[in-house]
């Protein structure tokens, strides 16, 4: 009886350290996925970059034209210089010239990138490298996890999953595309405060941090686009009704007032874009919830059917 009682244990042992050799195998299949992103992002980064800083770029330029003193209006300005001695008149035009540029400056909202050591590309490239790997990741890195979870459901469990899974990275993908292009608005809010300080205002703008503001802000559309994801495994777990929600639509203002709050910008436009995509995902998780309603029906159906063995 000892003997077999150890024989026992020992093949609980060995079942524990095969399932921690497979989680560690998994472990560092993502690692790997995570630094050939990385790679991939790395030699990639100048187009990455230049979509990110689209926002800033086309604002800058718009700022130009809509705010731009012109310094020669109407060709009233000195043109042409040569060598050889100026007439009186010439010498007088010149001297208003002067006095204009003096009294008029050009209001242009002066852009430019600043680095603050000479390392700061690079490290900057890197860094953004990594996280961008992790974005180009997190499908393969979410595969390996649900391949390491599943074998320990019933078919039962595994349901959701089928459903949730592609819904939540299409989900995913408004939302990061909205933050993407609530960007240009924020930009537009945010530059226009430079008309509210002497000028000409110049902006030398840190590539690194406004890199970090811009994911941070498609993070936050991101993880707010997964409400309906949410829901609708809490529906799922029986936690969650489509009567519920209509009945405790409230929820919907108070989780709209917080998003707002977590919004990395305080401008009006994307809080009230926040907001706003709070209250319709809300709403249309109704519908989405009514559907998981009805595919629990069918599966009890199934269930039922299975178990009399129809």
Known sequence: M?????????????????????????IMRSIL??????????????????????????????????????INPQGLLSKVASGEMPTKAEHDALVRDVHYIYENPPMNPLMGQIFRNFYDP?????????????????????????????????????????????LSAVFMAAGVYLGYRTMFYAMHWFLSYLDNYPQ??????????????????MAVFGIVFQLPIVLMGL?????????????????????????AMFVPSNDFMTMG???????????????????????????KEQDKKAAHGL
Do not use: C
Request: net charge positive; charged share 20%; no cysteine.
């Open 273 to 299: 874009l926040i907001s706003g995509s709070i209250i319709f995902l809300y709403f249309i998780s109704f519908f989405f919830v009514k559907f998981v309603e009805r595919l629990r029906e069918k599966y």
């Open 122 to 166: 690079f490290m900057g490239q890197l860094t953004m490298s990594l996280l961008f790997g992790l974005m180009l990741a997190v499908p393969f890195v979410v595969w390996e996890m649900m391949l390491f979870v599943l074998p320990a459901l019933t078919p039962k469990e595994r349901r959701p999953f089928r459903l949730l899974i592609p």
């Open 33 to 70: 996925y995570i630094l050939l992103g990385a790679v991939i992002a790395y030699q990639a980064f100048p187009k990455i970059y230049g979509l990110l800083y689209e926002p800033l770029q086309k604002e800058t330029l718009a700022q130009n034209k809509e705010r731009i003193k012109i």
């Open 235 to 259: 529906a799922f777990m029986g936690v969650v009704t489509s009567k519920g929600l209509i009945r405790s639509w409230r929820w919907s203002v108070v989780l709209a007032a917080l998003g």
């Open 200 to 217: 000409p205002a110049v902006v030398m703008q840190d590539p690194m941090s406004y890199l970090l503001f811009f994911v941070k802000l």
């Open 2 to 26: 000892p003997q077999k009682e150890t024989h026992s244990f020992d093949e609980k042992r060995m079942e524990l350290t095969a399932h921690l050799s497979e989680l560690r195998s998994r």
